[in-house]
């Protein structure tokens, strides 16, 4: 008969083999598990990488078409966040650069505009540090990413991860246009 509310050489025998045989036998059956799921994700995300270097992805646009940023996990949300960001900064760069590249073009020794422009494209580099330092900054401040307390111990939450580079793809995409419209109105000034 069993004896519920005692020790008995039956109840230990059971928990020596929980113990000793099924618990360990069952956690590393779950961590093979999720490293199997690990190294899914680890693939799956080269392939995507892959993807969208050989598709050639250039625009956020064409970022949807390769890769669907809907219903995945955090770091998956934050992985696109981040990749968007990336595409936005590149086509940042080349605005800027056409920017600068028309500055440097119209600097003439005897060209009555060039102190002008010399003084734009002065303003210009330097206004470009300053963003780049304020919508770190701003988006810091804004989704509490990087911050931490006193301790060193981060004081956002896991979203953080997935807001930031969604705060400073916003700033760029706004940037963009900034830098796109002085370009245009340097180039109809000039006649271009």
């Known amino acids: 008969m069993i004896k519920w509310n005692e020790y008995t050489w039956y109840s230990k025998s059971l928990a020596v083999i929980f113990f000793l045989v099924v618990l360990p ?44 940023c809907e219903g995945v996990s955090t770091s998956d949300m934050a992985q696109c966040g981040y990749r968007d960001l990336k595409i936005q900064e590149g086509l940042l760069n080349s605005e800027y650069k056409k920017l600068v590249n028309f500055f440097d073009e119209n600097i003439k020794e005897d060209d009555v505009d060039s102190p002008a422009y010399q003084t734009m494209k002065e ?55 900034n830098i796109q419209a002085i370009s245009s109105s340097l180039v109809t000034e000039k006649g271009y």
Request: charged fraction near 20%; glycine fraction near 8%.
């Open 25 to 68: 036998s069952w956690t590393f059956y779950i961590g093979t598990k999720y490293q199997e799921v690990i190294n899914i994700k680890a693939g799956a995300y080269s392939q995507i990488q892959m993807n969208t270097e050989r598709a050639g992805v250039t625009t956020p646009e064409k970022l949807d078409e390769v890769m669907d």
């Open 123 to 177: 303003s210009l580099v330097a206004s470009h540090v300053a963003w780049t330092k304020y919508a770190d900054e701003f988006c810091t401040v804004q989704t509490g990413f990087g911050a931490a307390d006193k301790n060193g111990a981060p004081i956002s939450g896991t979203i953080a991860r997935i807001e930031y580079p969604m705060c400073k793809t916003d700033l760029t995409k706004i940037y963009i246009k």
